[in-house]
C-alpha cells in the first residue's frame, strides 16, 4: 500500500508547469472516448466503468438486447459530460457549503461508483481538477478548488470506513487483494433500522481518495509558492531604508519623506496580507488551511528578512534596524487586526527577524555581557548569528559602537569550537517545503459537511442525470 500510494501521489503531483499552459490537454470528446473505451476492454486498461445496471438505472423492459449497450454509452457519456461540467464551471456556494464538492460526491454515490468492482470515473474527476487548475486564474481557481478538493475528501475520509480485511489478508499473503470498505449514505432509504443504507466500496475508492489527497496537497503548495513569489518582490525593498534623494532640504524634511517612503513600502505588504484573506475567506476555504498558509507566509518573511539582513553589511545599521522595526509594527497590527483562527502562531514566526532588529536598536550593546544578549536579548539566535550581526554593525546615526571586544572574543571561540561538531556552519535560516498536515488533520479540523439538500445552479437543472438531486433539494 505503501508503495501504491508513492506512485498515486506522484502520477496526480505530475502536472504540466504554468508557464506552459497552452489550454486543455485533451478535449472533453477525447476523454468521453478514452472513459468508455475503459468500459469495454479489460484486458488493456485497469479499471472499467459501474456495471450498467448500477450506473444508468433499471431498463424498460421492452429494450432489446442489442439496443442495451448503446444506451448505456450514451447514458455514460452524459454522466461524464455532467461531471466535466461541473468541475469547469464555478458552482458557488451555499452557505458556505462548496456545492461542485457536494454535487460530486452524490453523483458517485447515486451511480455506484463506490461500489464498483472497476471504474474509469474517480480518473476522470482527478484529470478534469488537474486540468483547470492548469488554465484557471490562480488566485481565484486555486483557493476554489482547495476548497470543494478539501470538502470531498472529508467526505469520502468520514464515510469510507476498512473492515480490516486488506490489513490483515496482506499479512498472511503477499498477492494484491482489493480491500471492501464500507460507505454510510446520507440518504435516508426503506429498511433499513436507522434509516440510513449502509454499503460496501471496493479498492478503487481507496484509490480515489488518495489522488484527492494528493491533490489537496497540491493547490496547497502551488497557492503557497505563488504568494513566496510575489512576497519576494515586494521584502527585496523593505529589507533596507530607502535613500533620501534631495540632499538640499532639512533634515527633519528628509526624515519625513523617509518616513513616508517606508510606510508605503511596508504599505504593500500588509496590501498583500489584506488581498490574500479576502482570496481565501471570499472561497470559504476552511480556516485550517488559512491559519496553516498565513502561518507560512509570515514564516517566509522572517526567513527573507533575517536572511537578507546577516549577508548584507548595509543592512546592519541602527537606521536600517529603526526602519524594519517600523514594518514590523505594522505587521504586528495586522495580526492583531485578524481573527485568532485564521494567524494562529504568526506572529512567533517573526521571533528571528524581530530579535535580530531588537538588537540593533539598543543604544548599550558595548556593556552588554554575552549572557545577557544570548537570554535576554537574542533567545532564538545562535552564536554564530550574533557574532555575525555584531560584526557587520554600524551605527550610521547616532553613532553607538557595537559589543565589546571581550563579547566578540567570547563568541569567536564558541563559534571556532562549534565548527568542528555542527553538521553545517551557515548561520542562515532553511525554508520548510513540506506539507504541515495529514489527511486525518483535515478530517479532524474541518467541520463536517452534509452534502444533501444542496441548490443546484439553473444551467446544471436542465440535465437529465442530475434530476435525481433535485428530488433532495428543499
Not at 61 to 79: D, F, I, M, Y
Not at 264 to 291: C, Q
Not at 399 to 417: A, F, G, W
Request: charged letters at 25%; one cysteine or more; proline letters at 5%.
Amino acid at each position: 500500500m505503501e508503495s501504491e500510494n508513492h506512485v498515486l501521489r506522484q502520477k496526480a503531483l505530475s502536472v504540466t508547469p504554468r508557464s506552459n499552459r497552452v489550454g486543455l490537454l485533451k478535449s472533453n470528446s477525447d476523454k468521453f472516448s478514452a472513459v468508455l473505451a475503459m468500459q469495454q476492454s479489460e484486458r488493456k486498461v485497469a479499471h472499467e466503468t459501474p456495471t450498467p445496471t448500477k450506473l444508468s438505472g433499471p431498463f424498460s423492459p421492452g429494450l432489446s438486447v442489442t439496443r442495451e449497450p448503446k444506451l448505456t454509452e450514451e447514458r455514460h457519456q452524459e454522466n461524464c459530460e455532467f461531471l466535466s461540467l461541473c468541475i469547469r464551471e464555478n458552482l458557488g456556494f451555499k452557505e458556505g457549503k462548496p456545492l461542485a464538492a457536494c454535487v460530486i460526491y452524490n453523483c458517485l454515490l447515486h451511480w455506484h461508483a463506490f461500489e464498483s468492482e472497476r471504474t474509469a470515473i474517480f480518473d476522470f474527476i482527478i484529470d478534469g481538477i488537474n486540468e483547470v487548475l492548469k488554465v484557471g486564474d490562480e488566485n481565484v481557481i486555486m483557493p476554489y478548488w482547495l476548497s470543494n478538493a478539501s470538502a470531498l475528501l472529508c467526505l469520502l475520509q468520514r464515510n469510507l470506513k476498512s473492515n480490516g480485511f486488506f490489513s490483515a489478508c496482506s499479512q498472511r499473503s503477499p498477492r494484491r487483494i482489493s480491500p471492501r470498505i464500507v460507505i454510510k449514505s446520507p440518504f435516508r432509504r426503506v429498511g433499513s433500522d436507522d434509516g440510513l443504507s449502509y454499503m460496501e466500496a471496493k479498492f478503487p475508492s481507496m484509490l480515489f481518495k488518495q489522488q484527492l489527497t494528493a491533490c489537496v496537497e497540491k493547490i496547497f503548495g502551488l497557492i503557497r509558492d505563488n504568494l513566496k513569489k510575489e512576497l519576494s518582490q515586494l521584502l527585496n525593498s523593505c529589507i533596507q531604508a530607502p535613500k533620501a534623494r534631495h540632499a538640499g532640504k532639512s533634515s527633519r524634511s528628509s526624515g519625513n519623506a523617509l518616513q513616508q517612503m517606508g510606510g508605503s513600502k511596508w504599505e504593500s505588504i500588509v496590501k498583500f496580507l489584506d488581498s490574500l484573506m479576502n482570496r481565501l475567506r471570499g472561497n470559504h476555504v476552511p480556516s485550517f488551511f488559512i491559519r496553516k498558509l498565513v502561518t507560512q507566509v509570515f514564516s517566509f518573511i522572517n526567513i527573507q528578512l533575517f536572511n537578507s539582513l546577516l549577508l548584507r553589511r548595509e543592512c546592519c545599521t541602527f537606521s536600517n534596524g529603526e526602519y524594519v522595526k517600523s514594518g514590523i509594527a505594522e505587521l504586528e497590527k495586522w495580526i492583531a487586526n485578524a481573527k485568532e483562527e485564521y494567524v494562529g502562531t504568526s506572529w512567533h514566526e517573526l521571533k528571528y527577524i524581530r530579535q535580530a532588529v531588537g538588537f540593533l536598536v539598543i543604544h548599550q550593546k558595548r556593556k552588554k555581557s554575552l549572557r545577557e544578549i544570548k537570554e535576554d536579548l537574542c533567545p532564538a539566535l545562535t552564536v554564530r548569528q550574533i557574532y555575525r550581526i555584531s560584526t557587520m554593525y554600524f551605527d550610521d546615526k547616532y553613532p553607538t559602537q557595537s559589543v565589546s571586544n571581550e563579547v566578540v572574543s567570547q563568541m569567536r571561540e564558541m563559534v571556532d569550537r562549534d565548527s568542528y561538531n555542527l553538521p553545517s556552519n551557515s548561520f542562515l535560516l532553511d525554508g520548510d517545503l513540506s506539507i504541515p498536515f495529514s489527511t486525518d488533520d483535515i478530517a479532524i479540523a474541518i467541520p463536517p459537511i452534509d452534502p444533501a439538500n444542496i441548490e443546484l445552479p439553473p444551467f446544471l437543472s436542465d440535465h437529465h442525470c442530475a434530476q435525481f438531486l433535485l428530488q433532495h433539494q428543499t
